[in-house]
T-cell receptor, first 114, second 113 residues
């Protein structure tokens, strides 16, 4: 299994541009998540999904959109990029069965908006 | 609302020392607790998962304990090595938080040769 994969690894955007961060997992996990991590800071939840067709906002959803059309994929869309969106973005997936819940992370996408 | 605190925020120790990282949480109604490691510029790697019914889990030189009633977990690292230098995060899945983990801010560990 490849686990959770993210593309691209790095990206530089100009202010006002848009882009989609890709995330795919091959573990058949129902739950998927997008976090951002600013330099020297903790993780903040942007959006999450408990299954195909279901998404919900996290702590910091403004400026982002998501969709979940399949179990495997959970892309994050940035519209009208702003310097405040400069961050490292992590995608994660989880299984939850019988009260056991474990989260797996992708390697991250480092985004700079200038 | 669940809150997770990790103390200390940073720790520097000489190689070979045994050390303890602390994690506390405010809501003891958890399903499980997960310890992660994050190397600079990298993603999070899961180290240990403790279910609410368990008291501890071990993997190599790492031992994690859980005291659910007091809202505490510790990560014990034996015979620390420079390669252990990283940020360690704990996260809990709380019964009332739906499908979301609550993360601590992490402890940045430096092991000096």
């Amino acid at each position: 299994n490849a686990g959770v994969t993210q593309t691209p690894k790095f990206r530089i955007l100009k202010i006002g541009q848009s882009m989609t961060l890709q995330c795919t997992q091959d573990m058949n996990h129902n739950y998927m998540y997008w976090y951002r991590q600013d330099p020297g800071m903790g993780l903040k939840l942007i959006y999450y999904s408990v299954g195909a067709g279901i998404t919900d906002k996290g702590e910091v959803p403004n400026g982002y959109n998501v969709s979940r059309s399949t179990t495997e994929d959970f892309p994050l869309r940035l519209e009208l990029a702003a310097p405040s969106q400069t961050s490292v973005y992590f995608c994660a997936s989880s299984y939850a069965t019988g009260g056991l819940y474990e989260q797996y992370f992708g390697p991250g996408t480092r985004l700079t908006v200038t | 609302k669940q809150e997770v605190t990790q103390i200390p925020a940073a720790l520097s120790v000489p190689e070979g020392e045994n050390l303890v990282l602390n994690c506390s949480f405010t809501d003891s109604a958890i399903y499980n607790l997960q310890w992660f490691r994050q190397d600079p510029g990298k993603g999070l790697t899961s180290l240990l998962l403790i279910q609410s019914s368990q008291r501890e889990q071990t993997s190599g030189r790492l031992n994690a304990s859980l005291d659910k009633s007091s809202g505490r977990s510790t990560l014990y690292i034996a015979a620390s090595q420079p390669g252990d230098s990283a940020t360690y995060l704990c996260a809990v899945w709380t019964e009332t938080s739906g499908s979301r983990l609550t993360f601590g801010e992490g402890t940045q560990l430096t092991v000096n040769p």
